[in-house]
């Protein structure tokens, strides 16, 4: 059973990430979506085990303890975290795996797996982003405010990525990150199984 490649999506809150990773999945059937454990609430049509695992603090921290997560981080004064379960899931379904994390935790994984392929989506500029943020109606003024001045720290820290997607189109933007995908499951495939065969074929003869 081949190794699933890892594939991390970042961008600060209001970037478009989600229906971005949503179009993705439509088109490619070949990822499974990672489902991160959280001690944030419920919102709105959000469901346990589809959306987030959602945990205790007192749970999420006994996982810390016991090491399960793959990474993890406290943004906002909640808990997020891949549990390490996910990698073995993509794997038993012969499925690459999509993770949609913050900054931190894109950095944590990356130490962990180096060979993660973590592509970085920004809206096209801060007064876009503030837009998104207030349109959707979620946050008080204070946190918008707080968010915005995450956004500019994760911005910072874009050239850690392998990929940056500007969001300017939301159609153009997914078509970017399935060409993406398709690129590196094409640089991933071994080379020695592709040509063992063709060898093969010659000591025949």
């Known amino acids: 059973m081949s190794k699933p ?26 990822l499974r979506f990672s489902i ?6 419920l919102r709105g049509k959000e469901k ?15 996982r810390i303890a016991a090491r399960e997560f793959l990474e993890h981080a406290e943004v906002f004064g909640n808990y997020y975290g891949t549990h390490q379960s996910e990698i073995e899931f993509a ?4 499925k690459d795996l999509l993770l ?22 920004l809206a096209p500029s801060r007064e876009i982003l503030e837009r998104r943020l207030r349109s959707r109606g979620e946050d008080s003024e204070e946190v918008v405010r707080r968010r915005l001045l995450k956004a500019a720290d994760e911005i ?17 933007s997914v078509s970017t990150l399935v060409s993406i995908v398709r690129a590196e499951r094409v640089k991933r495939i071994r080379v020695e199984d592709q040509i063992r065969p063709i060898l093969a074929g010659f000591e025949k003869g």
Request: proline residues 2%.
């Open 91 to 94: 794997e038993r379904e012969g």
């Open 48 to 62: 346990h085990g589809e959306n987030y695992y959602f945990v205790s603090r007192e749970a999420f921290e006994e």
């Open 36 to 41: 991160s454990y959280t001690t944030r609430q």
């Open 100 to 121: 949609d994390i913050d900054v931190q935790g894109a950095a944590q994984l990356k130490e962990r797996i180096p060979d993660a392929v973590s592509i970085f989506v």
């Open 156 to 172: 910072r820290n874009y050239n850690r990525y392998d990929y940056v997607l500007v969001n300017h189109e939301i159609a153009d």
């Open 5 to 30: 490649c890892v594939f991390i999506i970042s961008a600060p809150s209001g970037s478009g990430k989600s229906t971005l990773v949503n179009g993705l999945m439509e088109i490619d059937k070949r």
